[in-house]
């Protein structure tokens, strides 16, 4: 089909603009390759996925690490299967040491056996598309680009990535929160929770050890910031001239109304994230040992319903607080504090 | 769903979303506004507007998964009206894909 082009205005076109002839090539690319493949199939068959479940092995991950080889189609070529020696592909490496780390993490912490909680196989594609600049949980498996390599390197890097995608997983068959606006920005800080409680985990640090930042491994040392996002700071984590500033605020009174990014799902939580890290430094130690207790016992809670707001999910962190170390324990004044410090309101 | 009839006071904007990311500059938001077309590009935007209805979706986003927005603003009956529609990255026509990237707009010459 011929095509007109003409230059229309833009808004917010950064990248493009002042991308280098690289970023621009990459970008044609991607846009070339996609062309010329067919629509994607979609995500493996359930009974595909039922099939590898048979080989449930409680306290160890079931792990299939897939290549996309830069197309777009899921799941892949199969390249590393449980027990398989390392593949010397970074990327399919790093994805099934970070879901295994992630695995290790649920089951020695939670006792969880995987996503689901009934062995669910770790299903990771990696390689997928051309500059791919993202990662997600796609409902069955989870996903990495390999990045633009000029402001982002590849998604695997970053162990807290890894285990924020898997744990969008282990929402949608417990808490269900919904993609959208408060509970859909709870599924996002969730995420980010579990992410780099797994990190800390892997690590062996404290609370006040870790740097509590998320994909800090993923930007190149062109970009002027340290990490995508920063629990413990949100709304500082970069300030780039092509990345633009980390929008996040860390506080209701800065809690940003949008019709964009389904309510500003990737925004708002910057104040629940808060509220975990302060949670979490009062506390000191392990902070999955009690802080993460309590916000897993929450997401798992059939109280919690799936369209919680913030407030209603600051409730149920103080009942499970309770419930865990009493009523009048320092958890649920530590809770208090910090709920209260980011400006939600207990009911 | 129906395209409506769409005035010379018409924009188009058309952004990409969601994402684990959610960096301000990765939506690349794009808006043309009608006004500065010819009946030909008009035509041609209508069209991968026209393909994205039977793609669209209210759900889209989860997990991470980056979709576009579609948003026409336009005049029915002397007020202001819209459409809002959001396309899965993985179902996006590839007309919709070319005219974010590129802005280029598919023509019947
Ligand atoms: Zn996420």
Not at chain 1, 292 to 301: F, L
Request: proline residues 6%; contains cysteine; negative net charge.
């Amino acid at each position: 089909m011929p095509i007109h082009t003409f230059i229309p205005p833009y808004i917010l076109d950064r990248i493009i603009d002042r991308g280098s002839p690289y970023q621009r090539g990459c970008a044609q690319q991607t846009l070339h390759h996609v062309q010329s493949l067919p629509p994607n199939p979609g995500p493996p068959r359930p009974t595909a996925i039922a099939e590898l479940g048979e080989l449930r092995t409680p306290g160890h991950a079931q792990r299939r690490i897939h290549d996309a080889e830069q197309q777009m189609q899921l799941p892949g070529n199969l390249r590393r299967r449980e027990g398989q020696p390392a593949s010397g592909d970074a990327a399919v490496d790093e994805a099934y040491d970070a879901l295994g780390a992630t695995y290790t993490f649920f089951w020695q912490v939670f006792q969880r056996d995987s996503i689901d909680d009934l062995g669910m196989p770790l299903i990771g594609t990696v390689h997928y598309g051309q500059g791919y600049e993202n990662a997600f949980w796609n409902g069955e498996q989870m996903v990495f680009g390999d990045g633009d390599g000029e402001l982002f390197q590849r998604f695997t890097r970053s162990l807290d990535v890894v285990a924020h995608e898997l744990t969008h997983g282990l929402i949608e068959s417990e808490a269900g929160l919904v993609y959208f606006n408060q509970p859909g920005a709870l599924n996002e800080s969730v995420s980010d929770v579990f992410g780099v409680l797994t990190k800390q985990h892997a690590l062996g640090q404290t609370a006040a050890e870790a740097d509590w930042l998320v994909g800090a491994e993923l930007l190149t040392d062109k970009v002027n910031g340290v990490a995508l996002r920063s629990m413990a700071n949100p709304g500082t984590a970069y300030d780039d001239p092509l990345l633009g500033r980390d929008p996040q605020p860390a506080h209701m009174r800065d809690f940003i109304e949008t019709r964009d990014d389904n309510g500003g799902v990737h925004l708002n939580s910057g104040i629940p994230n808060r509220a975990f890290y302060l949670a979490a430094m009062a506390l000191g130690g392990y902070a999955w040992e009690q802080a993460g207790r309590i916000w897993y016992a929450t997401i798992c809670d059939p109280q919690l319903p799936n369209d919680a707001d913030f407030a209603t999910f600051a409730g149920v962190t103080l009942n499970h607080a309770a419930q865990l170390f009493g009523r009048q324990s320092p958890q649920v004044q530590a809770l208090y504090e910090a709920w209260t410090s980011v400006g939600v309101a207990l009911r | 769903m129906k395209m409506p009839a769409l005035g010379p006071e018409t924009s188009l904007r058309v952004s990409r979303q969601g994402g684990f990311v959610a960096a301000p500059s990765l939506a690349r938001t794009r808006q043309i506004e009608f006004a500065d077309c010819d009946a030909e590009q008009r035509r041609g935007l209508c069209s991968v507007v026209e393909r994205c209805l039977p793609v669209a979706s209210k759900k889209v986003g989860a997990g991470d998964q980056r979709f576009f927005r579609v948003e026409l603003h336009y005049r029915r009956e002397d007020t202001d009206a819209e459409l809002i529609l959001q396309i899965a990255e993985d179902r996006a026509p590839q007309e919709l894909m070319q005219l974010w990237q590129n802005g280029a707009i598919p023509g019947d010459s």
